[in-house]
């Protein structure tokens, strides 16, 4: 018998998201932020998933002001 039998995880539910969004999230795309910036958001949402959710925030509201979801 193999080690790993190709599992399914259907069953298993998705955590709620901080921002109680539930659109398809894309492929993460990794960008480096200055060290300083990072630290800086890092302690203003510290809670788990909220610096995730502020991120997704403002990248569409920067997407919606460019027009780029029209």
Known sequence: ???NPNPTFD?????PRADDSTGKLSKSI???LEEEVYKA???KYSERGELRA?????TREAAEK????S
Request: hydrophobic share 45%; glycine share 4%; charged share 35%.
């Open 54 to 58: 502020w991120l997704r925030k403002v």
């Open 30 to 32: 990794s960008i480096r």
């Open 1 to 3: 018998m193999p080690r």
């Open 41 to 43: 958001l890092e302690e």
């Open 11 to 15: 069953h298993l539910k998705p955590l």
């Open 66 to 69: 460019e027009g780029l979801l």
